[in-house]
């Protein structure tokens, strides 16, 4: 029974699932931040990203329309590395700052995606890929 259902579990569908699941995460986490960038500014300048306009700016913009060119296939793996860039600076600041561990797994889980999206690629219906 197991070997019929793991037949239909090609790479490329797995893959596609991964892009699937990461993209759609992003967008869920970049809309709120493109909605108020005003607000969104403010958090990183609290937290030390100075001009929080410039980085804050940089990270929604990322995260939505990075997520939503991940969601689409459209160079999926090339806005995968910059998402990637974002979850270790997200990472390494977690660290340094002592913030909950729930949190700090939730940027290691996006990493860990973007990176098998960067390695393997975008797998089935990708509209356009990097590499």
Known sequence: MMDFIFSFLSPEWILFFNRIVL???MIYYGAPKIRDLKTNAKEFNDWGFKPGILWGTL???ELFFGGLFIL??????????FMALVM???VLWKIKNNQVWEHLIENFHNLAMCLVLISFGPGLFNIISSF
């Open 72 to 81: 689409l296939g459209f160079y999926a793996e090339l806005f995968a590395f």
């Open 59 to 61: 990270v929604a913009l």
């Open 23 to 25: 993209g759609a995460v």
């Open 88 to 90: 270790i600076v997200g």
